[in-house]
């Protein structure tokens, strides 16, 4: 083995520029140190949260990153993921989150504590603490949104449905379109439509007896993220949804209107939380108190953010389908420690019973 | 001068290294969390695979998912070859202007071409208004969750995978064999296919494989344009580690869309192969 000047030397070179042993470490060396400390880095007064992409990236990125850096000199740095990414991701780094905090949906909540993702939570910590109805907050994390799913339909084309079963009859049937169980929308509408037919939180059975009758007719049954891009181009003029989509689509000009359901629009709640092993825990109660602050919250129930507010101090927006917070007690609610274990064969289910 | 050139395989090293963590590790470890039992991977088994395999659901995905493949090569084809004999013809100007053409689409993230089409094939997309005007049909067309849109689909999003290869060979291709050809009595026809056509079957079979591969496993595309109507394996791949969580089972579908893929590709390269010897 000769040195680089001897093959030189041979005419075996066959470019001029050859790397010696010792710049070949030394850029080996270089290259490993920066992947090493391209780990994130939590720099002081930071937090890094998962987010939503979207509507509440946006909408976090304009008020509640400003105010959390107003409030408390915090940065906030988000991570764009659904919620069944976050929970995937989390489990998957096993005790070194890629981010301080979650913003979940009730089923990957319930999916989070029973793997044991989340820090445990001192609500006392939150100073508008009383601010929020009670219930909003638990060992787990804060509520910092409502949802509410009903039906939306375009008036323009189809007379108004009163409920769910209207669904599966003409002439919405024909118009109709579907998603599946993966996300907590269309599982919980599912689970109302089935219970229309006899079935229950736990049973969706009639729901697959009925939509087997008409699934010829069915107008759509889509990607959850591409509902809202079917029934902008008309492929679609009835579906069920929550209030937030529909008041997007109407701020784009699109012909929809929500319907409350005559068995009782569902409503959820997305809740934020911890995660395990997080260092940044004392800058995550900041940024929830951020988010759950009566002006964040105004202002997140503005166009084009629409969001469902859950302090008190926020008068609701005149659109939504009840006057106060209170009123969503009485608002059809689903046990997700019930629903997730059924999840998986509903979801298989779902594909042998729709597929061509 | 057949000495082992240290240098050489020096710098083939950084690649090989990344090559084995991120590839062959990633691949060892998706093999050992399909060997559990369950969800949490704490029981060694093979009751997942069992359950994924022995789901005669399952073999129809299968089939539908290497289906759609050959459909979106057959027709990818049919529109590149076309193309690629327009690019053969032209002068140096116009061979920059195609390559741009066909480049161009790589520009925009497969996300919003997928979302597009959308716009294209909907119930008031362009290609229905087109046809109720024409009075082609009484009602809109099925296109958006039907096989054939998706096909239709995948062959624009695909294409530029198949013309690039084709492209590359067709423009080392020797213009004097074709003048032989034409000169020594046969027909323009006869040319392309004795001639032209055998040359540029090595561009042809790679960009095959490359649609291949890439259509069976474009989940947005499937998901977005196909909805749920329409199941192909990396919907079940999604739906089992996402939405479920079932890693065990996920693992099982993604090695059975790994093992379908790979053997669709061998078969393009083997049929490339027999057509090569065929045609010579």
Known sequence: MGTRANRQEKGEAMSERRFTRREFLAATAVTGTALAMARPVHARGSVTAAMYPGTWEEAFRAHVAPALKAAHSVDLEMTPLFAVDQIAKAQAARGAPPFDAFVLDPGPRVTGIERGLFEKFDAKRLTNLARLPSGATDEWGVTVAAQVVGIAYNPKKLPRPKGYKDLLQDPWVSRLGMTGFQTTYGTVSIIEIAKQFGGSETNVEPF???????????????????????????????????TQTVATLRGRGVDIEFVKPDSGAVAFFTTMHIAKGSRESENAYKYFDTVVSAPVQAALMQPPNNFIPVNREVKLAADLPMASLDEMAKFVHHDWAKINPLRAAWIERFNKEVAK | MRRPRLAEWQLALPLALAYAAFFLVPLVLL???????????????????????????????????????????????????PIALVYLGAGPRWQRAILFVVILPLLTSVVVRTFAWIVILGREGVI???????????????????????????????MPLLLLPLLS???????????????????????????????????????????FASSTTAFISQFVIGGNRLVYLPLLIWQQSLVVYNWPLAAAAALTLLVSVGLGVAAISALGRRSRAYAV
């Not at chain 2, 005007?133 to 096909?151: F, K």
């Not at chain 2, 034409?182 to 649609?211: E, I, K, Y």
């Open chain 1, 208 to 242: 697959f007896v009925e939509i087997r009758k008409v699934l010829s007719k069915v107008a759509a049954i889509g990607a959850p993220a591409s509902m809202p891009a079917l029934f902008q181009q008309g492929q679609c003029d009835v579906t069920y949804t929550n």
């Open chain 2, 31 to 81: 093999i050992a969390v399909s060997a559990f039992d369950d969800e949490k991977i704490t029981i060694v088994g093979f009751a997942q695979w069992r359950k994924f395999l022995g789901d005669p659901f399952t073999w129809k995905v299968i089939v539908d998912t290497v289906k759609l493949g050959c459909f979106t090569v057959v027709a990818t084809a049919l529109v590149a070859y």
């Open chain 2, 169 to 211: 060979v067709m423009s080392r291709l020797d213009p004097s064999l074709r003048d032989a050809s034409a000169g020594l009595g046969a027909t323009r026809w006869r040319t392309l296919f004795r001639v032209t056509l055998p040359l540029s079957l090595p561009g042809l079979v790679a960009g095959c494989m490359l649609v």
């Open chain 2, 128 to 158: 229905n208004q087109a046809v109720l005007w024409l009075g082609l049909a009484p009602a809109p067309l099925r296109l958006l969750q039907t096989e054939h849109g998706l096909v239709i689909a995948l062959t624009q999003i695909e």
